[in-house]
C-alpha cells in the first residue's frame, strides 16, 4: 500500500491550495483518513481527520479555512486550503487506516509529504 500526496506548493498569504493523497495497492477497505503537517523545529500535528462516513473534524487553527474530503471511489483524499497564513507553512502528510485483506486488522499508513510554504 502506498500514500502518494500532492498539491503542494508556494502560495502568498491569503492565497489557496488543493492536497491530493491517492492511495493504492492492495487494499480492502480504508478507515480514518487525516492530514498532519509539521513545520520546521515543530512537532506533528493532526490538521484534519475524515472517517469513511464523512465526518470530519479540524484543528482549531485551521477551521473555517480548510475543509477535508475523500473519494471513498477513487480512494483518493483531498484538503483544500483557503486564506492561507505564514503560520501554515509545513510539510503536510497523508494518513490512513487501512484493511488489506478481509482480515479485521487495520494498519496505519503514511504519505512522504507535500511541502507548502505561504510567503509573500
Known amino acids: 500500500v502506498q500514500l502518494q500526496a500532492s498539491g503542494g506548493g508556494l502560495v502568498r498569504p491569503g492565497g489557496s491550495l488543493r492536497l491530493s493523497c491517492a492511495a493504492s495497492g492492495v487494499i480492502f477497505s480504508i478507515n480514518v483518513m487525516a492530514w498532519h503537517r509539521q513545520a520546521p523545529g515543530k512537532q506533528r500535528e493532526l490538521v484534519a481527520t475524515?472517517?469513511?462516513?464523512?465526518?470530519?473534524n479540524y484543528a482549531d487553527s485551521v477551521k473555517g479555512r480548510y475543509t477535508i474530503s475523500r473519494d471513498n471511489a477513487e480512494r483518493t483524499l483531498y484538503l483544500q486550503m483557503n486564506s492561507l497564513k505564514p503560520d501554515d507553512t509545513a510539510v503536510y502528510y497523508c494518513y490512513a487506516q487501512i484493511r488489506n485483506s478481509s482480515a479485521p486488522r487495520w494498519f496505519a499508513y503514511w504519505g512522504k509529504g507535500t511541502q507548502v510554504t505561504v510567503s509573500s
Open positions: 475524515i472517517t469513511s462516513g464523512g465526518s470530519r
